[in-house]
């Protein structure tokens, strides 16, 4: 599967754009501001049905005019597929793939899978631990219905047990009873949510430890660790053990929404004492990672989509990360880089299949193509 063509109207800052892309390394060149990162999320639209910046949609139709247009066709089993996204403001999205509109966008999502690495991604690493939670259970949950269901139904459970512990706050009261239901339930959600999570790990860190070897050269140990909050305790008794804590701040404080993902770099926390190289590499292994397992369970390559990686990325490590996702394990790519000479003469020296597109204030133009 690759994207043959888009085509934009009134899209963030392009108000006419139309190119075709090769089945490899599509590369967008050009200065800071001129919207190379735009054409990575139209692209990311075409697949997720929303910006991977500006989960608001209306703010990505180009300022002052009414509606965008965002088009893709993808050849797929030999054949061409349109995917068409258009929005006006104040109404709703309309997503349609061979003219034909979908009911619910999510018929949609799954169907042109894509990986897209960003330095927004850095949040993994910095941000707080729901955006770590967050990422591991997107992962899982776009190929076991099971597991968002159970990850749905906990949510749920955990919501009313909130809402009790708040209201005997109020009420200066304790039920035990209801308490004890719901924590039977959260408890069977729970140690299912925990399971997945588990076994999903068992596989996943093998392949990002090979990932960060691959891209490091073997020079630094890293380690990827799932962190439970209920540490060696069954999950009933984690919540009998912590009653007292969660009466007094009305919250359930344990369980897999407080669990977390651990990083390491030779023995010492990630975000504490890795370069910012280094925090990089470990990023781009967990998101390879990534895309190696959707390839695995979708059965096809997807799309991936690099943003701005050569900033921070030594010569070294970016050198071969471009010959790694040139290879056959890798499908189309797309590529940013504000350097227009560094990227063609690597893709000429290595000759790998490419095209490079100038993004200019006015205009983008094809400079090169391979033959
Ligand atoms: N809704 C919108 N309407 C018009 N312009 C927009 C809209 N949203 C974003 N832009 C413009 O898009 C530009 C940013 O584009 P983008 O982030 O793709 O740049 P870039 O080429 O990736 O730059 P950099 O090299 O700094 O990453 C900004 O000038 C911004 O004002
Ligand atoms: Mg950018």
């Known amino acids: 599967m690759y994207l043959k063509q888009l085509s934009l109207i009134n899209f963030k800052n392009y108000h006419e754009f139309e190119a075709k892309f090769c089945q490899k390394i599509n590369c967008f060149v050009g200065n800071n501001g001129v919207g190379k990162t735009n054409l990575l999320d139209a692209i990311h639209y075409l697949s997720f049905c929303k910006s991977y910046f500006n989960s608001l949609d209306s703010q990505n139709i180009r300022h002052d005019d009414a509606f965008f247009v965002i088009q893709g066709i993808y050849e797929r089993f030999a054949e061409d597929t349109e995917v068409y996204c258009g929005l006006k403001r104040n109404q709703k999205k ?3 793939k061979n003219k034909k509109e979908y009911e619910r966008l999510s018929e949609h999502i799954g169907q042109f899978p894509l990986v897209l690495i960003s330095p927004n991604d850095s949040e993994l690493i910095n941000g707080a631990s729901d955006i770590r939670r967050k ?8 190929y076991d219905k099971v597991y968002l269901d159970k990850l ?5 459970v955990l919501k009313q047990r909130n809402a009790l512990l708040k ?11 209801t308490l004890d239901i719901l ?18 790990l068992k596989q996943f860190i093998p392949l990002f430890n090979s990932y960060y070897s691959y891209i490091s050269e073997s020079k630094e140990l890293v380690t990827l660790e799932y962190d439970n909050s209920l540490g060696e305790k069954d999950f009933k008794t984690a919540l009998i053990t912590a009653l007292s804590r969660d009466r007094a701040l009305s919250y359930t404080t344990v369980g897999p929404h407080k669990d977390d993902l651990e990083f390491t770099l030779n023995g010492f926390s990630l975000k504490k004492f890795a370069s910012q190289g280094q925090q990089k590499s470990y990023l781009l292994a967990l998101k390879l990672a990534q895309f190696e397992f959707i390839k695995e369970q979708k ?3 997807p799309l991936l989509l690099l943003d701005d990686v050569y900033d921070k990325l030594d010569e070294e490590r970016f050198t ?9 394990k890798f499908g189309q790519v797309f590529i940013t880089d504000t350097h227009p000479d560094r990227m063609n003469e690597l893709l000429n020296l290595k000759k790998i299949e490419h095209k490079i597109f100038l993004v200019g204030r006015e205009e983008v133009s094809l400079i090169t193509a391979s033959e």
């Open 299 to 301: 059965n096809t390559k």
């Open 320 to 328: 071969k990360l471009l010959e790694m996702v040139s290879g056959e």
């Open 135 to 142: 990422f591991l259970d997107g992962i899982i949950s776009q």
């Open 152 to 156: 749905i139904s906990y949510n749920q």
């Open 183 to 200: 924590d039977e339930q959260l408890a069977i959600y729970g140690k299912s949510i925990l399971e997945i999570r588990v076994n999903f």
């Open 167 to 177: 209201h005997f706050a109020e009420s200066r009261s304790f039920d035990s009873e």
């Open 94 to 96: 309309i997503f349609k």
